[in-house]
């Protein structure tokens, strides 16, 4: 009996062992095979009923049905090319360049991103894509731009600006500081041109330093910088140097070309 106990004993550490040795490389470049198809049902296949995923913007997806969303939208123009697997007991890892439409709108095509499965069994229980410091950077700053300078929301600068934000700019006397100064800036500027909007034409990025040269443009419609408005459309150069750090800018330093400002009279 007691032979017997120890050989049931001995097959359940050698099954264990097995599983822990089995070779979950070739899943991982199914999952990219299935991306590059744009085989998404294929794709969600591989997820477990309650599959969490982490996306690059930091955005997390819970259940097969919303990673299978988020994927969806991510289709077009898409293409991964993946290299570095390994494997640590039942979690792989894999660096990737990853190509999409949506990432290319972004000005941020391709994304350099770190990637990591978890399986339970054959399913993918948990899915993680990071970004390199630097492309991270460039996101956090679009995103910025998707969010308070085009979109107005003066909530939102909390998620992007840390509270003691060091000012490098000139700004008028009496002006508040750190993330109190940004939320004022730009209460300030929507509230003149509250069409306004800006489009970023050169990205940079070089360590926690991100560089954005953009155009911005809208109707003066309230007063700015105690001048009154003109209610003509005025068009200006705006560059902007923000320092990172744990995701927030805490520097910031910027210049707007008001030289080369353009205007014309409203039709509206």
């Given at each position: 009996?007691?032979?017997?106990?120890?050989?049931?004993?001995?097959?359940?550490?050698?099954?264990?062992?097995?599983?822990?040795?089995?070779?979950?490389?070739?899943?991982?470049?199914?999952?990219?095979?299935?991306?590059?198809?744009?085989?998404?049902?294929?794709?969600?296949?591989?997820?477990?009923?309650?599959?969490?995923?982490?996306?690059?913007?930091?955005?997390?997806?819970?259940?097969?049905?919303?990673?299978?969303?988020?994927?969806?939208?991510?289709?077009?123009?898409?293409?991964?090319?993946?290299?570095?697997?390994?494997?640590?007991?039942?979690?792989?890892?894999?660096?990737?360049?990853?190509?999409?439409?949506?990432?290319?709108?972004?000005?941020?095509?391709?994304?350099?991103?770190?990637?990591?499965?978890?399986?339970?069994?054959?399913?993918?229980?948990?899915?993680?894509?990071?970004?390199?410091?630097?492309?991270?950077?460039?996101?956090?700053?679009?995103?910025?731009?998707?969010?308070?300078?085009?979109?107005?929301?003066?909530?939102?600068?909390?998620?992007?600006?840390?509270?003691?934000?060091?000012?490098?700019?000139?700004?008028?006397?009496?002006?508040?500081?750190?993330?109190?100064?940004?939320?004022?800036?730009?209460?300030?500027?929507?509230?003149?041109?509250?069409?306004?909007?800006?489009?970023?034409?050169?990205?940079?990025?070089?360590?926690?330093?991100?560089?954005?040269?953009?155009?911005?443009?809208?109707?003066?419609?309230?007063?700015?910088?105690?001048?009154?408005?003109?209610n003509k459309r005025t068009s200006w150069?705006?560059?902007?140097?923000?320092?990172?750090?744990?995701?927030?800018?805490?520097?910031?330093?910027?210049?707007?070309?008001?030289?080369?400002?353009?205007?014309?009279?409203?039709?509206?």
């Open positions: 009996m007691k032979a017997i106990i120890v050989l049931f004993i001995s097959a359940l550490v050698l099954a264990g062992c097995a599983g822990q040795n089995r070779d979950l490389v070739p899943l991982g470049k199914q999952l990219d095979a299935y991306a590059n198809a744009h085989n998404i049902d294929g794709f969600a296949g591989m997820l477990a009923d309650d599959a969490i995923a982490k996306a690059p913007d930091g955005t997390v997806h819970k259940s097969k049905d919303s990673v299978k969303a988020w994927m969806s939208g991510m289709m077009s123009g898409f293409h991964v090319d993946s290299r570095g697997w390994q494997q640590s007991g039942d979690t792989i890892s894999w660096m990737s360049t990853v190509r999409s439409d949506a990432f290319a709108v972004m000005g941020v095509n391709p994304l350099q991103v770190n990637t990591m499965a978890v399986f339970a069994g054959d399913k993918i229980h948990y899915f993680e894509a990071n970004l390199d410091e630097e492309t991270a950077g460039k996101m956090l700053f679009l995103r910025f731009y998707n969010d308070v300078v085009n979109g107005g929301n003066i909530n939102a600068i909390d998620k992007y600006v840390a509270e003691d934000l060091i000012e490098h700019q000139v700004l008028p006397p009496g002006a508040s500081k750190g993330l109190a100064g940004v939320k004022w800036y730009f209460k300030m500027i929507h509230e003149a041109y509250p069409d306004l909007h800006g489009t970023p034409s050169l990205v940079l990025a070089d360590g926690d330093k991100v560089f954005v040269y953009a155009t911005w443009e809208g109707t003066n419609k309230g007063r700015f910088m105690g001048k009154s408005p003109t150069g705006v560059v902007d140097v923000i320092r990172i750090v744990d995701g927030k800018a805490v520097e910031h330093w910027g210049w707007e070309d008001e030289t080369g400002a353009t205007e014309q009279s409203s039709s509206k």
